[in-house]
């Protein structure tokens, strides 16, 4: 990525946040087929403010040519959290992702358990909520509803007492 400032290497990831990072673009891909927006994965470059990102997801509606490596107008954004970019993802991405207009949510979602945190415009604001386990993920500007589990298939979670990686 590239922060606005330099290059940032992005770390490996684990076993759980690629699972989880496969089955949140399946599941996007299954239910846009066939309409104008397209899922991209990680090797699709968003334009945010001044920087670079590669987002573990990124929900497109206007038209990206074939040759093209920056979605410019990236409508819903999706990072998978991982300790080491925790503070990244929920603070500077966030700043970002909101000063971009084109983007309308930007959803974090946990690795070591079932959950996520949406920012979504609200008349104005970019604010953010906090969505539990049992929690359907709502994508009003695509017109999509995914419970959270179905991004967690497969995955095997950290127990609640295991220390943080």
Not at 142 to 161: H, N, Q, R
Request: with cysteine; glycine share 6%.
């Amino acid at each position: 990525e590239y922060d606005g400032v330099r290059p940032v290497l992005m770390p490996w990831s684990t076993s759980a946040h690629s699972l989880i990072a496969v089955n949140l673009t399946a599941a996007l891909r299954n239910r846009l087929r066939g309409g104008p927006c397209r899922v991209f994965g990680s090797g699709m470059l968003v334009s945010a403010a001044d920087s670079l990102r590669a987002p573990d997801a990124t929900i497109v509606c206007a038209r990206i040519g074939p040759t093209e490596k920056v979605a410019n107008e990236p409508v819903i954004v999706f990072e998978v959290l991982s300790p080491s970019s925790s503070f990244t993802d929920r603070n500077t991405k966030a700043h970002e992702y909101g000063a971009t207009p084109s983007i309308k949510r930007y959803v974090i979602l946990e690795q070591r358990h079932i959950g996520a945190t949406v920012f979504s415009r609200d008349l104005g604001q970019w604010m953010a909520t906090v969505l539990p386990a049992d929690a359907v993920l709502q994508l009003p500007e695509v017109g999509l509803s995914i419970p959270l589990t179905e991004f967690y298939e497969d995955v095997e979670l950290a127990a609640p007492d295991d220390p943080a990686e």
